[in-house]
């Protein structure tokens, strides 16, 4: 059983729409970070939550941490081709610095 | 500031070839680990280092091997490349046990033919 479920897998949108990728689990976590990787590259750090319940914004991206610290939740406004990645959730595994990763949500965002 | 860097970028190898994938990182960071990325299966922890000469496994570290001999410097050996080692993978780092950022490098891509 993965740890960490994401979802839609895949997510093709239209420039200037709007969407929303989950990250869920039945387990508790002390903080969830998203990354966001492109072709040939590796991950980069987008946020990193800790409180439940937490929203924080990055430009048009934003960011909840749910009330129980189980799921998160990410939101792109007005999508941009530049937005088009894998995005991904990660948890620590006992310690911060070893992270478990959901399989991600590839977005691709037409012009 | 370079950051995270991986060494070779690409590499195809027969299987029972041995090599070794470099990772060099220039922010000082204490923790470094090494990730394989599958298709359908997400990243996966295969070694991971808390310091010069500590070394501990990850989730997948069969088939591998690490040394962490400066605090710059985290290669990962493959013993005797096999086809189920065909894979992208990256090295990270970060500063500390806090939540804070994992610094990646920029991939080995590895065929085992």
């Known amino acids: 059983t993965q740890l960490l479920e994401q979802s839609p897998q895949f997510l093709s949108i239209q420039e200037g729409e709007n969407l929303t990728v989950y990250c869920n689990s039945s387990s508790v976590f002390s903080s969830l970070q998203w990354y966001r990787q492109e072709p040939g590259e590796g991950p980069v750090l987008l946020v990193t939550?800790?409180?439940?319940?937490e929203v924080k914004k990055l430009k048009r991206l934003t960011f909840q941490f749910g009330d129980a610290r189980k799921d998160s939740s990410l939101h792109i406004t007005a999508a941009q081709p530049g937005d088009t990645g894998l995005y991904l959730c990660a948890v620590p595994r006992g310690s911060n610095y070893k992270l478990t990763f959901g399989k991600g949500t590839l977005l691709t965002v037409n012009p | 500031n370079a950051g995270v860097t991986q060494t070779p970028k690409f590499q195809v190898l027969k299987t029972g070839q041995s090599m070794t994938l470099q990772c060099a990182q220039d922010?000082?960071?204490?923790?470094m680990s090494w990730y394989r990325q599958d298709p359908g299966m997400g990243l996966r922890l295969i070694h991971y280092s808390v310091g010069a000469g500590i070394t501990d496994q990850g989730e997948v570290p069969n088939g591998y091997n690490v040394s962490r001999s400066t605090t710059e410097d985290f290669p990962l050996r493959l013993l005797s490349a096999a086809p189920s080692q065909t894979s992208v993978y990256f090295c990270?780092?970060?500063?500390?046990?806090?939540?804070?950022?994992?610094?990646f490098g920029p991939g080995t891509r590895l065929t085992v033919t």
């Open positions: 922010m000082n960071h204490e923790y």
């Open positions: 939550v800790v409180t439940g319940g």
């Open positions: 990270a780092s970060t500063r500390g046990e806090a939540a804070y950022e994992q610094y």
